[in-house]
C-alpha cells in the first residue's frame, strides 16, 4: 500500500491550501484515514482524521479551520486548511490505521505518504 501527498507550499497567514493523499494497492473505505504534522525536533503531531464512515475527529489547534474528506470512488483523502496560521507549518503526513475507530496515535497507523511541506509565513 502506497500514500502519495501533495497540495503543500508557501502562503501568508489567512491563506488556504488543499492537501491531497492518494492512495494506491488497497481501498481507503478499508481504513481509518488521518493526517499528522511533524515540525524539525518535534514528535508528530496528529491533525485530522476521518473514519470509514465519515466521523471526523481534529486536533484542537486547527478545529474550525481545518476540514477532512475522503473520496473512495478516487481513493483519496483530502485535507483543506483555511485561515493558516505561522503554527501550522510542518511536513504533513497522510496515513491509513485498520483500527475499528479513530485513533490519535501514531502507533495505530500502519501506512504512511512521504509528507508535503506546508510554510505559512506572517
Known amino acids: 500500500v502506497q500514500l502519495q501527498a501533495s497540495g503543500g507550499g508557501s502562503v501568508q497567514a489567512g491563506g488556504s491550501l488543499r492537501l491531497s493523499c492518494v492512495v494506491s494497492?488497497?481501498?481507503?473505505?478499508?481504513?481509518?484515514m488521518g493526517w499528522f504534522r511533524q515540525v524539525p525536533g518535534k514528535e508528530q503531531e496528529f491533525v485530522a482524521a476521518i473514519s470509514r464512515g465519515g466521523s471526523t475527529n481534529y486536533a484542537d489547534s486547527v478545529k474550525g479551520r481545518f476540514t477532512i474528506f475522503r473520496d473512495n470512488a478516487k481513493n483519496t483523502v483530502l485535507l483543506h486548511m483555511n485561515n493558516l496560521k505561522p503554527e501550522d507549518t510542518a511536513v504533513y503526513h497522510c496515513?491509513?490505521?485498520?483500527?475499528?475507530?479513530?485513533?490519535?496515535?501514531?502507533?495505530?497507523?500502519?501506512?504512511w505518504g512521504q509528507g508535503t511541506l506546508v510554510t505559512v509565513s506572517s
Open positions: 496515513a491509513a490505521s485498520d483500527s475499528r475507530m479513530i485513533v490519535f496515535s501514531t502507533a495505530l497507523y500502519i501506512y
Open positions: 494497492g488497497s481501498t481507503i473505505s478499508s481504513y481509518i
